[in-house]
C-alpha cells in the first residue's frame, strides 16, 4: 500500500463536492488526472469509495468509513506541522534551566523569566534547583539547556557569558556590634575574629570557594562554627545569633527583622552570575529566547 497524502485530499475534495468538476477546479488540476488518482486510491485501498456515472456522484459505505477517517489524517498532519512550525520559532516547547538558590532573588533573571512566561506561554519553562557545580554534568550530558550559576572552572564543552557581577555582602544578626556602623558598611578585616556560619564543603557550592579566597586575599582564616548546605539556611541561623557570613548582594531581597546586610568596602569583593550552555550541544529556538532575554536583563 502506497497511499499518499495527495490522494487523500484529492478524495475529499470530490467526496465534499461529489462532483469531479467541481473539485478539480477546487485542486486547480484538470479533471482527467484526477478521476485517475481516485482509481489508484481505490486499488490501493482494495475497495470502491465513490460511486459514479455520467450525473451522479455519491460515496460508498466504505467511501464514507474512509473519508472520516481521511479527515482526522490531514487534521493530523496539519497539526503536526504547526506545531513543528512554531518548535522551530520558538513558540512551543520546553527550557529546562539549572539555577542557583540566590538566581530567583536576582531582579534581572526573574524579570526576565516573567517576560518569557508573558511572551511564550505554551513554551513549558523547566526549573532545576542545584548549585554551581551539580550543574556541569547535567549541561554536559544534555538534562540542561541552561545553566545560571557562580563563576567556577568549567570543562572545555562548556561556554558562558556573563550576567552580572554583584557585590558581596555582610550577614550580621541587628544585636552585632557591626550592626550599627555608621554607613551600613565594613572592612572584610572587621569579620576578621567572628564566628562564621558558612556552606558546607561537601555541598561544593562555587561561592564556599569564591568567599574563602576572597578572606584569604586578606589574610583571614576564618573560625567556622556552622556549616549548612543552604543560603537560606544561613541567613536563618545568623537571625538565630550563630554567627555572621558573607553572601552575593541578592539575597538582600530576603528580610529579617533580626537579621541586617552590611556593604563590604573592598573593591574585590564581588560575585559573578553566569549563563552557561554546552557549545556542542545545539539549542532549541526558545532556550535562544530566553537567553537573549537574560542577557538584555529584561
Not at 101 to 110: D, H, T, Y
Not at 243 to 262: C, E, H, M, T
Not at 275 to 288: C, E, F, G, I, K
Request: proline share 5%; net charge neutral.
Amino acid at each position: 500500500m502506497n497511499i499518499e497524502l495527495r490522494h487523500l485530499r484529492y478524495f475529499i475534495a470530490v467526496a465534499e463536492t461529489l462532483h469531479f468538476g467541481r473539485a478539480a477546479e477546487k485542486l486547480h488540476i484538470s479533471q482527467p488526472p484526477l478521476s485517475q488518482q481516485i482509481q489508484i486510491l481505490e486499488q490501493q485501498v482494495g475497495a470502491l469509495l465513490l460511486e459514479r456515472n455520467n450525473r451522479n456522484v455519491r460515496l460508498t459505505p466504505a467511501g464514507r468509513q474512509f473519508l472520516e477517517q481521511a479527515w482526522q489524517i490531514i487534521a493530523q498532519v496539519n497539526q503536526a506541522a504547526d506545531r513543528a512550525a512554531r518548535v522551530h520559532r520558538g513558540e512551543l516547547g520546553e527550557v529546562t534551566i539549572g539555577f542557583t538558590a540566590s538566581a530567583p532573588f536576582i531582579k534581572s533573571i526573574s524579570a526576565s523569566l516573567l517576560a518569557f512566561r508573558q511572551q511564550h506561554p505554551d513554551v513549558h519553562i523547566q526549573m532545576v534547583d542545584t548549585n554551581t557545580k551539580q550543574q556541569i554534568e547535567p549541561l554536559l550530558t544534555g538534562k540542561l539547556d541552561i545553566g545560571i550559576m557562580r563563576n567556577t572552572p568549567l570543562p572545555d564543552a562548556l561556554d558562558y557569558q556573563l550576567l552580572l557581577r554583584e557585590p558581596l555582602i555582610a550577614v550580621v544578626h541587628q544585636d552585632h556590634p557591626l550592626a550599627s556602623v555608621a554607613g551600613e558598611s565594613i572592612t572584610v578585616r572587621q569579620l576578621a575574629d567572628e564566628p562564621f556560619v558558612f556552606f558546607d564543603r561537601k555541598v561544593g557550592t562555587a561561592l564556599y570557594d569564591e568567599i574563602l579566597l576572597l578572606l584569604k586575599r586578606y589574610d583571614i582564616d576564618p573560625y567556622i562554627t556552622q556549616e549548612v548546605g543552604e543560603a537560606m539556611t544561613i541567613v536563618g541561623l545568623v537571625a538565630a545569633g550563630l554567627g555572621v557570613s558573607i553572601l552575593p548582594a541578592s539575597f538582600l531581597r530576603i528580610k529579617i527583622d533580626s537579621v541586617r546586610y552590611l556593604a563590604l568596602r573592598e573593591p574585590d569583593a564581588k560575585t559573578e552570575v553566569w549563563l552557561v550552555t554546552n557549545r556542542q550541544r545545539a539549542l532549541s529556538a526558545s532556550a535562544q529566547r530566553m537567553i537573549h532575554l537574560m542577557l538584555q536583563g529584561q
